[in-house]
């Protein structure tokens, strides 16, 4: 239990507080031994226990979900809740490898709980409890759906306040887009349940091993979904790596401008997908770097005409980087276009208004507040009320008022983290560019050649 210890003190008080609900629970549970079905219940729970020692692991760090809540809510259908409880009791039995005592004993006791309250909303929409008969489907669905929403409801609930009290789990790391694609994946599992109870009308406790193969077919499309956004993710941060190496004043730059582009986002109301694109538009933005001359990036002073275009050219460079990305969809015009101005004095293209792509709209409003709010090598951070007044000043010159508004608002709401201060390595102090063009507050300054 070395676990406990190093919890938070609100995790433990809120750890016991659910062991001792689940363990009431339970008591009275047990207590109606006489009552309850234990043939098939022991069947339930050996399927409940073999799905729950498999489960998946998902983005959010010692996070895993697994296809046993559909035993539990076949539980529900065919021993009612008391039953039920028992049945997802059995996580605290789990043989999954490394998986600590506390760790398991949390899991009992949020299942039992969720199976209990779903067992109850159930019968509140008007279940009957017991062997269904053929003809009892149809009345079944409306019944089975709210047990299934309570029990998904609580699930999310209970898991969610453990990791934000232990491990400052926020929306940061479980976005909200990932966590109602989520929700809809869960819920269309949770028909396996509805499965199970038919196929044990007619097959009695063998039905139990005729639903594993779906069950395991279920938890590999689990896998194979967090897996691809893994590797999404691992994708973009080696891009990010590769573009922040060329400045170290940069560090962090492209994470912190896919946070304030998700913000904006999320405050206009964007929907799922776009949200995703928009995140990686946010980490991707500046990925045209890795084709400019780094002594470019890294000039002091002024830049000749030839200079500047290289670096107007990054855009377009990013385009062509990244164009191969199949799952970047819309992002594309966020890197295409971050840098046109409102008036339609950016480039590459010098697009105006609402020719400027959405997405080009809203991150240059991230980037140029990210870059103010930063250390560079020529000037500390700026305060986030200075940066704020910076944008208010080039709305509907530079940015586009309406994403201005709507970041400013979720400032108010959310707040923003400034990132650290730097003090650059000595090797690295010469090497660090004067200017960085994404600040508005120092225009480069280019000299004709001529």
Known sequence: MAALRELPWPAKVYFVLLLGAAGVLLARSASAYDRLDWSSLLVLALLFLVCESVPTLLSVRQAAVSVSFSAALAAVVLVGPQAAALVAATAVLSVRPGLPMVKRLFNGAQFAVCAYVAGL?????GGRVGLPEMGDFPALILPYGA????????????????????????????????????????????????????LWATVQSISAVLVLLPLFVARWAFGQYHAQQRSYEATIAALCQAVETKDYYTRGHCTRVSSASSMIAEEIGMGTERLTAIRYAGMLHDVGKLGVPTKVLQKEGTLTEEEFAAIQLHPMRGLEIVRG??????????????????????????LAGMEIPEFARIIAVADAFDSMTSDR??????????????????????????????????????????????SAPADLALETTAKDHDDPTAPIQVVSER
């Not at 909303?121 to 929409?125: G, K, L, N, R, Y």
């Not at 819309?330 to 950016?346: L, N, P």
């Open 325 to 350: 990305i199949d799952f970047l969809d819309e992002a594309f015009a966020g890197i295409m276009h971050h840098h046109e101005k409102y008036d339609g004095r950016g480039y590459p293209m010098g």
């Open 147 to 198: 047990a299934t929403a309570v029990f998904v409801g609580s699930n999310v609930v209970l898991t969610g306040l453990i990791l934000a009290l232990a491990e400052g789990v926020g929306k940061r790391q479980v976005p909200v887009r990932n966590v109602v694609q989520f929700l809809v994946s869960y819920c269309g599992y949770a028909t396996f349940g509805l499965l199970i109870a038919g």
């Open 121 to 125: 909303a159930f019968q509140w929409a």
């Open 377 to 422: 090598s020529y000037r500390k951070a700026k305060p986030i009320s200075e940066a704020v007044a910076e944008l208010h000043k080039g709305a509907g010159t530079q940015f586009d008022p309406a994403m201005v508004a709507a970041f400013v608002r979720a400032l108010d709401r959310e707040g923003w983290e400034p990132p650290p201060s730097v």
